[in-house]
Each structure stands twice: as structure tokens, then as C-alpha cells.
């Protein structure tokens, strides 16, 4: 019998370059899945033009980010990884789904009304049908499961229930997806306001770490990161800057609260946060050696990005002609 793999999907957008929470949270479980599921991993680039990128910046965006995928461990060779844009499937299902979508259920949508209202001044139609695209993306290619972060459930959601309500009317078309919410996946806040999250449009460059910092500016950060008051290293709810220094330092060397609570038993705040910082430094160096060489290398990822492209576009195609089919287009 031939083995069967439960399918992952996952998107990333390609602007802003990508955070130690990025990477905590997110990435490292991609590596990681890999071992178990049948992975589609998308740079989604068509997402980032919800907001005006510069074109030459987001040329270069799209290739890095790719480059950094690959070094944080994405592996070609077992996972297909492309840019969304690649593959025009993914605009023609969205189109479609949107005439199955509501408008109201797209006005409740948190992440939109707060875009909007933070945004004024560019609340566009791709704003609103993000989700749309969102979940032509996962249905495309009968996902079984997405990994995402708490911000995105409700997307998710609404890709399952479009997915429901499309298999209603035509039969089964598409597999009903489900959220895969990694246990040890870290939160990773600011570190600057511990009570907010790890965010790479943060302006404040103190606040987060990004992949491609290089060592002393990590460092550096976390020198500066606020802690609380008192000056025991111990994980608690009124200790916010502590915990999270404390969970980041979790996640990069395995170790757990208890025993790094003993690590610093007696210690202080400062000896705590470099230490934090050179763990992370040590972490990131080999990433950041494999995405300069990945980087550098660019007949390798053009190559690995047309063949992703073509791979994840016979999937998508067949999906898209039962849906063609189902809908009278065909
Ligand atoms: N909206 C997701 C985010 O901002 C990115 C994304 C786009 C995605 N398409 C996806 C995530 C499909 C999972 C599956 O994080």
C-alpha cells in the first residue's frame, strides 16, 4: 500500500525581512514537519500588495526571503517551496471563492478592521478579500493541516467554512482544513514592550530581532531589553520581560523554565540577557552563513523556485478543473 502523508500548507510574506519570533514560532516548525507531512511552503508575495511595496525592494524581498526559507532548513527535495505569484491558480481560485464568500462575514474579520482602522488612507479592495486569497492558497492544494499563529485562526476558519459551504453545493471538491498549532511554539514579544508581540514593521529596531542581524547588534538588543522589577530570573505573570527573555532563551537552547531558573539562580538580570543574547547569536550564525551562500547562489534558487513553481502548479491545476467543472465554467 502506498504510504499516505497527511498534506501541510503554509504562506509567509516576503516583506519586511523576518524575526526571531518569525523564525520561533513559525519556520522552525516547517523544518520540522517535513519529517512527518507532504509540505507546500509559499513566499506569498500577491498577500504583501495589500499594502504599496516598492517594486525593486520587493523584487529583492521575494528572493531573500526565499534564500532565508531554504536556510532555516526548508528542504526542496522532500517539501515544494515557490513563490506564490508563480502560479496564477492561486488569483483565478481566489476570484471564484470570493462569490462564495460574504460580505459580512469579511467585515468581521479582526485583522481587516484593524488594518483598516490603523490605515486609513489605503483601505483597498484586497485588504478585504485577503482572506479570500488566504484560502484559495490552503485549498488549492486539499490541505489537511496549516500551521499558523493565533492571529490567523480566523482566517483559517473562514477557509474551512467556504470550503464546507463549496463541498455543499458541488460535493466533495475540496478537503476541510485544520489549524496545527505546534505545542512548543514560542510567542515571541517585543523586546522593548513584552505585553506586545514580536513585530517586524515595529519601528522601534531595539524591539525585535531580526534573521539577519549580525552578532553584536543582537547582542545589543537584548543588553537593552526591558526587564521588570525585582532581579530573580523567574518566569511569572507580573514578570512579562523576564519570561519572554526566558522563553526565547528556551527555544534556543532546549532547555526548560526550571532548569534555567537554576542556571541563574542568584544571578542577575544583566548576566541573564547576555547570556540570552549570545544563545541567540550562536542559534542564528549557521542560518545566516546558509542564507548568504543561498543567496549568493543564484542559479540554485532559481532553480529551486521554477521547479517549485511547476510542481505546486500541476497540483493546483487539478484542483482548479474540478472546480471549473463543478462551477459550469467547463
Ligand atoms: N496570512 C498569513 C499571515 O499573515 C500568511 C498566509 C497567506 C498564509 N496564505 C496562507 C498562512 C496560507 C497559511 C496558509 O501569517
Redo the contacts with the bound molecule.
Sequence with gaps: MEEYKKRV?????PTGGFTLGNYLG?LRQWDTLQNEYDCIY?V?DL?SLTVRQDPATLRRQIRESAAMLLACGVDPDRSILFI?GDVHQHAELSWLLSCYTQFGELSRMT?FKDKSSKHPENVNGGLFT??V??AA??LLYQ?NL????A??KQ??EL?RNIAIRFNGIYGDVFTVPEGFFPKVAARVMSLQDPTSKMSKSDENQNAKVMLTDDGDAIIRKFRRAVTDSGNEVRAAEDKPGVTNLMSIYSGVTGRSFDEIEREFDGKGYGEFKSAVGEAVRDALAPIQERYKENLADKDMLNDVLKTGAERASILAARTLRKVRRKIGLD
Design positions: 500548507f503554509s504562506g509567509i510574506q513559525a509559499s506569498v498577500h506564490q485583522q485577503y482572506p486569497l488566504m492558497d490552503i490541505t496549516v500551521p499558523i499563529g492571529d490567523q482566517h483559517l477557509a
